[in-house]
Nanobody, 122 residues
Framework: PVQLAESGGGSVQSGGSLRLSCAAS????????LGWFRQYPEKEREAVAV???????TVADSVKGRFGISRDNTQNRVYLQMNSLKPDDTAMYYC????????????????WGRGTQVTVSS
């Protein structure tokens, strides 16, 4: 399994930005896809963005144009840059890994981080 640890969450005002970071360990980085989910209270998790193991990036329509994802295989980290944040972006954000290729529409992780809270105030 891949061990994942998120950081960078916090509170920000509407229109602000945050950058989430996830440190991954275990396995060979080029063998798995890394990405982010978010979860609202009492709702299912929503895939936000994925970098497939080959480097292909896909982003959910709900955040396209505001969120970006990047990956550094040398440090085995994945980042989620969130701009123009809205109160509706308030959620717990999880880093996740899936062995093999996937995109944001079929991201079915094998491993999860513990999550980091993002709160956007109006």
């Amino acid at each position: 399994p891949v061990q994942l640890a998120e950081s960078g969450g916090g509170s920000v005002q509407s229109g602000g930005s945050l950058r989430l970071s996830c440190a991954a360990s275990g396995g060979t980085p080029t063998d798995y896809s890394l990405g982010w989910f978010r979860q609202y209270p009492e709702k299912e998790r929503e895939a936000v963005a994925v970098v497939a193991y080959g480097g292909e990036i896909t982003v959910a329509d709900s955040v396209k144009g505001r969120f970006g994802i990047s990956r550094d295989n040398t440090q085995n980290r994945v980042y989620l840059q969130m701009n123009s944040l809205k109160p509706d972006d308030t959620a717990m954000y999880y880093c996740a890994a899936e062995w093999g290729w996937c995109d944001v529409t079929n991201f079915d992780p094998d491993d999860w981080g513990r999550g980091t809270q993002v709160t956007v105030s109006s």
